[in-house]
């Protein structure tokens, strides 16, 4: 290293700032899964201190002269350059904001949620609306200065919080065609469904440890490490960790082993991500995965297009069989399929099927727009929300709970992550059809309990891309030959639900 | 807070160094019993990155400048006055040592910490030699350091960071009288023994599960407050974890669930003084236990003094027989309490009774206190100990695996520790006899499984007073109305031992 070589420099800086969030990582993975309630108020302060530390190093004047000096740097390779990009993107966004706004943002949220979180349950949009209503002023006043920054509309500036690069005009293209496509799909796939074999109920209890033995068999089945991480339970599932240590939750229910057995490999698929980053760069922004967009395609692959198809139903049917003692012909693949196939309307998002929980996203995404346009005033939110839904999915609920008020999302000041889950599960559909096209042995290979084939696909073409490209369409165009394309997704769906 | 109010400035930092410090030690717990093998080169360095910024803000010169302002300032109460001496000390400690002498000796205590779980297992002193003798070379080049600002001998200064305000003078008086007294009391307690009943074995094996049951119901009886705390699984067993979120551990054997289960109410212990701690205090330096010794009184206090009591295991008994299915007068509480004070000479630290621990105690230090002023060479060490062995404990090993290879404490540069063992003790046996004085249900309660008589006077008279005052001698002072002193802990042993 050079002494005046600011690249180096500045890796060393993210590296160390990189130690600081992984550490937030596991102490957040140790709050909703470890910690006794009591721990509460002083691992909320923990976070915070770490927080305002690494926000600290990365204001630091003497980082943002740095990021000029190591782009005139001569012989620097890709990953370095793209490094520089990512370091310089995160740098601007963390300078947009005034300390002051973000901690205003940080406490109204911390009180909105908590609003919501007592409005929720008694159906009440009015009680948590003024509280909303700050957090959506303080969203539009931090993106009006992300704006700025970044020469782009309110929107895309939160956008790219999560989604690097897009651009809602791109989201608008994608969400009209679907959008015009999915009434037609939805009711297609029940008339359908209807005219088809009658799906049979699949008895219970199904005890939490067999529930337990059975993820952990299919995370390995799957290409899970276990020397980098672990499965265990949460009220709210999800991936976190670290790279090097990728923590997965799930929920059990002993009346329906369904929900955590596909959640387990929707996480799995998360985690396999985590895992596949390249390890030299793990430590620096250009090592990260590359948005939202993308991680929720490797979730939605491993869940929707690998575990859900026939082809690995049928090869995990005799594994559930033994793990329940099921028998008789609700134990069939054929009829798992049916379950984890079944469509219906149905007012809430996350237990939505794969067939209408595009339309709830579209939905948000619509609103949040108009929301953070000025075009929508939140009183008018739950009306809009029913309309929306009749529109879109077909049904609408009687109150604000099942509709408007179901996602913590908007609540916690989360404006612009909505379109990333569909976005996800139409580059799922690409990258599926992809990795069968380049190695025939994906398909069936997942028919045998081997997903080494898609695996090693994965790892080559999207795991180990990182973020070294600019964003989810030019990692796309690479390893599919196209950006993200609804047809593809359109064609699965059709497919699955209407033949 | 007047504008120029340095104490109240200090204050502010050590609360954000303190929360620093927290998140370091629910890392630390989830490196011992959480985490996968692969995470363990990502967890050394976010903790060492959360190290560096804990030091720099301690070292950093703005702070040094802010401890004589904020003595000089008038209205600060005894708790403040206290935790300002507190700070000052740890910035003392900090500041005494470059940070290029922090650096070598971390990295020399890992390699050496390496070295010596290769050579454990081989018996290979000779191998580890050289690596042991970097780092007491570099303890001695801190020893010096600090042995400076403090005005105290080299061993005095590492003796106080585990003990603040003790010396080894002190040690030698205690430990002198003890060392005398030891000898005669082993041999007289095994020909006690060998007089009394015989010890019926108990016939396992004894599930995890049900051991870990009887745990958690042995530690609600002991106060442990569960909405702040929890017990799991390690291979070393501890108390870590905060003093509003405490994580205790232990490991399990099926074929033998004594030591587990004692091992539970040891570091319960250890966790109701932290739980005890004055939370108004407890983001502070003085709100913190007051050292090692008395942190090892109060762990030693609820396992030796209260639970290997026979009025204790007259009370657990049925419980234990409960939990196993056990029956006959194998499981009568009185072989139980044979079990539990059985007396025996053995090569390990950790192994040993009660009766034998302390001379194992007062080996190691005499041989560190040698080793620290220069007065035995590492070369002589095995056969030094073996000597030792012989004359305190009345057996010497034939290898070093079970002789000076048995401990980790010196490979990691914990010079200055053991002691803290025994004074731990002996501070038991005499708060243990103030707690019966003041209070006559303590014991009466112990017997019936109700520990509130107990808790309500060590958190009055121990635990709430945390660090306010200078030490383990003015704590019992107050307290017991003594200084640490042998006397009730030999009269302890004999009670128990001989009679």
């Given at each position: ?7 180096a420099?500045l890796?060393r800086r ?5 130690s600081?969030?992984e550490?937030?990582?596991?102490l957040g993975?140790?709050?909703q899964?470890?910690?006794p ?8 302060e923990?976070?915070a ?5 690494a926000?600290?190093m990365?204001?630091?004047p003497?980082?943002?002269?740095l990021?000029?000096a190591?782009?005139a740097?001569s012989?620097?390779?890709d990953?370095?350059?793209a490094?520089l990009?990512e ?6 966004h963390?300078?947009a904001l005034t ?8 406490h109204?949220?911390?009180?909105c949620e908590?609003?919501?979180r007592?409005?929720?349950?008694k159906?009440d ?16 006043e ?6 700025a ?6 929107y895309d500036?939160l956008?790219?919080q999560y989604e ?7 989201v608008d ?7 015009a496509?999915?009434?037609?799909l ?10 088809g074999?009658?799906m ?5 209890p199904f005890?939490?440890e ?19 991480g672990r499965?265990d339970v ?6 976190g ?12 229910r002993?009346?329906d082993?369904?929900p955590?057995?596909m959640?387990?490999m ?12 390249p390890?030299?760069?793990?430590q ?5 995965a590359?948005g939202?967009a993308?991680?929720?395609?490797q ?9 859900r198809?026939m082809?690995?139903?049928a ?6 069989r033994?793990a329940f003692?099921g028998e008789g ?5 054929d ?6 196939t079944h469509?219906?309307?149905g007012?809430?998002?996350v237990?939505?099927?794969e067939a ?8 948000r995404?619509r609103?949040e727009?108009?929301l953070i346009?000025g ?12 309309e929306g ?6 049904v ?6 099942e509709?408007?008020l179901?996602d913590?999302h908007?609540?916690?000041g989360a404006?612009?992550y909505?379109?990333t ?8 559909a ?11 042995n994906?398909?069936s290979?997942?028919g045998?309990?081997?997903?080494r084939p898609?695996?090693?696909w ?5 795991h180990g891309r990182a ?6 369409d030019?990692?796309l165009m690479?390893a599919?030959g196209?950006?993200?394309?609804v047809a593809?997704?359109?064609?699965h769906l059709?497919t699955?639900?209407?033949?």
């Amino acid at each position: 290293m050079r002494a005046n070589d600011a690249y180096a420099e500045l890796e060393r800086r993210f590296r160390r700032l990189n130690s600081l969030e992984e550490a937030s990582a596991v102490l957040g993975w140790d709050q909703q899964t470890m910690m006794p309630p009591g721990g509460a108020r002083a691992r909320a302060e923990q976070l915070a201190t770490i927080r305002v530390l690494a926000h600290g190093m990365i204001i630091d004047p003497a980082l943002g002269d740095l990021i000029p000096a190591a782009g005139a740097q001569s012989g620097l390779d890709d990953w370095q350059r793209a490094n520089l990009r990512e370091i310089e993107r995160i740098w601007r966004h963390s300078t947009a904001l005034t300390p002051d706004l973000v901690e205003r943002m940080s406490h109204a949220c911390s009180v909105c949620e908590m609003a919501w979180r007592e409005a929720r349950p008694k159906s009440d949009f009015v009680q948590v609306l003024p509280h909303l209503q700050l957090v959506l002023d303080l969203t539009r006043e931090a993106a009006q200065a992300k704006s700025a920054v970044f020469g782009c509309s309110l929107y895309d500036a939160l956008l790219d919080q999560y989604e690097p690069g897009s651009h809602a005009k791109r989201v608008d293209v994608l969400f009209d065609d679907l959008a015009a496509f999915l009434p037609g799909l939805i009711g297609d796939a029940l008339e359908h469904q209807a005219r088809g074999p009658k799906m049979l109920p699949l008895a219970g209890p199904f005890p939490v440890e067999q529930q337990r033995q059975l993820g952990l068999e299919l995370m390995k089945v799957a290409g899970f490490d276990f020397e980098h991480g672990r499965l265990d339970v949460s009220l709210h599932p999800f991936s976190g960790g670290t790279p090097e240590d990728v923590r997965i939750t799930t929920r059990y229910r002993e009346d329906d082993f369904m929900p955590a057995l596909m959640g387990v490999m929707h996480e799995t698929g998360h985690a396999l991500y985590e895992l596949g980053l390249p390890r030299d760069w793990v430590q620096q922004p250009v090592g990260k995965a590359r948005g939202m967009a993308m991680h929720e395609s490797q979730s939605l692959l491993v869940e929707m297009q690998a575990c859900r198809s026939m082809a690995f139903l049928a090869f995990a049917a005799p594994l559930l069989r033994k793990a329940f003692g099921g028998e008789g012909p609700a134990w069939q693949a054929d009829n798992l399929y049916r379950h984890y196939t079944h469509v219906e309307r149905g007012f809430i998002r996350v237990d939505a099927d794969e067939a209408t929980y595009p339309a709830h996203v579209i939905l948000r995404y619509r609103l949040e727009r108009a929301l953070i346009g000025g075009d929508l005033k939140l009183a008018d939110l739950p009306g809009a929300w029913n309309e929306g839904m009749r529109t879109l999915v077909g049904v609408a609920p009687d109150n604000d709970r099942e509709g408007c008020l179901q996602d913590i999302h908007w609540y916690d000041g989360a404006f612009g992550y909505f379109p990333t889950y569909t976005m996800g599960a139409i580059a799922a559909a690409q990258i599926f059809e992809a990795a069968q096209k380049a190695d025939r042995n994906v398909l069936s290979g997942i028919g045998q309990g081997d997903f080494r084939p898609l695996l090693a696909w994965l790892r080559a073409n999207i795991h180990g891309r990182a973020s070294l490209m600019g964003g989810t369409d030019e990692i796309l165009m690479v390893a599919t030959g196209r950006p993200l394309d609804v047809a593809t997704y359109k064609r699965h769906l059709q497919t699955r639900y209407l033949s």
